[in-house]
Nanobody
Framework: QVQLVESGGGLVQPGGSLRLSCAAS????????MAWYRQAPGKQRELVAA?????STNYTDSVKGRFTISRDNAKMYLQMNNLKPEDTAVYYC??????WGQGTQVTVSS
């Protein structure tokens, strides 16, 4: 079992930045890939960015050039720059699509 705790969400103005963190504990040696998903009100949860144990990354088109995913052992980060109102959502971290955190709210509004 893997436990995940996200942090770093909040309210930011358009064009601002936030850095999300995800701390993993438990059977972290079993983790292959980690990812950030987000879910906006009335929409399905969508993949934002993923990173493998080898460091390969993948981003959804709408965040390319603005968001950067990184990983340091049992911690994962999402640096979000030039935030837009459409980035407003609850952001979740996951390991291997199996274990999920409780989510952290990101609101982009003036």
């Amino acid at each position: 079992q893997v436990q995940l705790v996200e942090s770093g969400g909040g309210l930011v103005q358009p064009g601002g930045s936030l850095r999300l963190s995800c701390a993993a504990s438990g059977r972290i040696f079993s983790i292959n890939w980690m990812a950030w998903y987000r879910q906006a009100p009335g929409k399905q949860r969508e993949l934002v960015a993923a990173i493998t144990s080898g460091g390969s990354t993948n981003y959804t088109d709408s965040v390319k050039g603005r968001f950067t995913i990184s990983r340091d052992n049992a911690k994962m980060y999402l640096q979000m720059n030039n935030l837009k109102p459409e980035d407003t959502a609850v952001y979740y971290c996951t390991t291997d699509g199996r274990w999920w955190g409780q989510g952290t709210q990101v609101t982009v509004s003036s």
